[in-house]
């Protein structure tokens, strides 16, 4: 077996492709043989999910950022952005260059939600206005964000995320790292009742206590709870005796169905057994959502009980799920929107292991789970790689020297920016920040973050 350092290509500068990376650095492997590590990305900056996927009042979540910085300094692991796989590379080309590959390409597509109505005008997935709030380079600038009344479909982190960012005010925000147009587009938001629905009761939903607490915590939001949706099956008092947090949730939401609405101009709804079954529209725009009343049916599941009601709103959101892109060159499960596969080796049409090719995080398992699930996930598929390495299963790569891929990507006229590169595209994003008395100001245009972060730059 050769003793040349293993050397990997991770497809994905977000969480789990940065924990991939630091379990290969500190496999056994790596003390013996050596391992050379190259991320790729499809955006300028690295990071993914924590620097577009978080809302930006959440900086406790972006302190993992620390953490994933830690992995990228050390000297095995080399960044590339705005390297767009498919595009600027190949499976093929990734196969010349590396003996394996993992794919750690999350899922950046909103879920499909089936009811009628939901194509009109003022209906959005959340992803989308995540990304606009976050300042995704990809994404347009300006937002619509004239509803009065608007509806949240879903009761996970994600809905709470959306539902707070559209009850917030813009100075509330204001010492985030929200860059102008972010800014400004709150400033015209006229959204005053922000209403969140769940199909099923209060002990089956998903977010976490800390993150249900948040909204009360705003002196612009008054959060409000119907008694009425207060209801517990045996299944669900048995959720609330085994799970701490569950019964958090529960606690926290009981204690809010109890008291009198406040004076806070922005009231925050939140609504259970309700199952939207169609968006109402006017002249091809949102103008009502309609909803089921469901029941417990003592399994923690609900049932229709035939009882329709019509919500005034004017735009619907809807948080039930992300979803994965397929990626070339691999089979993809349309049904669960993963690449097949078994601990992380990717399996080819006929079920047998795609050599050399492995998945972790959201592209892997589905897109469920909290950031830190990731890291156990990249932990498995590396043990995968590192097994096959062991048994001689991990083809020799063509060019193995870690000066031709730049050399490659050179020729194929790729602007690609480097682990450098952040480190200047971080300080000016600082730099803006702090004119303002903030930790940072987001640059939000992907020439601008190329240009910054190559900036006589020798990216050889």
Known sequence: MTTRPLRVAIVGAGPAGIYAADALMKSDAAASRGVSIDLFDC????????????????????EIIKA???????????????????????LDDLHAH???????????????????????????????????????????????????????????????????MLAKTADELLPTEIPAHVEQGLRDNAAIDIHVFGRRGPAQAKFTPIELRELDHSPTIEVIVEPRDLEFDEASVRARRESKQVDMVSDTLTTWASRDP????????????????EVLGTDGRVSGLRTERTELTGTGEVRGTGEHADWDVQA?????????????????????????????????????PHGGVYVTGWVKRGPVGLIGHTKGDANETVACLLEDADQGLLAEPLHPADSDVIAFLARRGTEFTTWDGWYKLDAYERALGDAHGRERVKVSTREEMVALSRDAEDVA
């Open 43 to 62: 955006l300028p900056a690295p990071f993914g999910l924590i620097r577009y996927g978080v809302a930006p009042d959440h900086p406790r979540i972006k």
């Open 68 to 90: 994933l910085h830690r992995v990228l300094d050390k000297p095995q692991v080399r960044f590339f952005g705005n390297v767009r796989y498919g595009a600027d590379l190949t």
């Open 98 to 164: 590396y003996h394996a590959v993992v794919f750690a390409t999350g899922a950046l597509q909103d879920r499909d939600l089936n009811i009628p109505g939901i194509e009109l005008g003022g209906s959005h997935g959340a992803a989308d206005f995540v990304s606009w709030f976050n300042s995704h380079p990809d994404v347009d600038q300006t937002w619509p964000l004239e509803a009065r009344s608007v509806a949240v479909l879903g009761v996970g982190n994600v809905a709470l995320d959306v539902a707070r």
């Open 262 to 277: 406040g004076p806070r101009p922005h009231r925050l709804h939140l609504h259970f057994f309700e199952s939207p079954v």
């Open 316 to 352: 619907v959101y809807r948080a039930v799920g992300y979803y994965s892109d397929p990626v070339a060159g691999l089979p993809f499960d349309e049904a669960s929107g993963t690449v097949p596969n078994t601990a992380g080796r990717v399996l080819d049409e006929a079920g047998e």
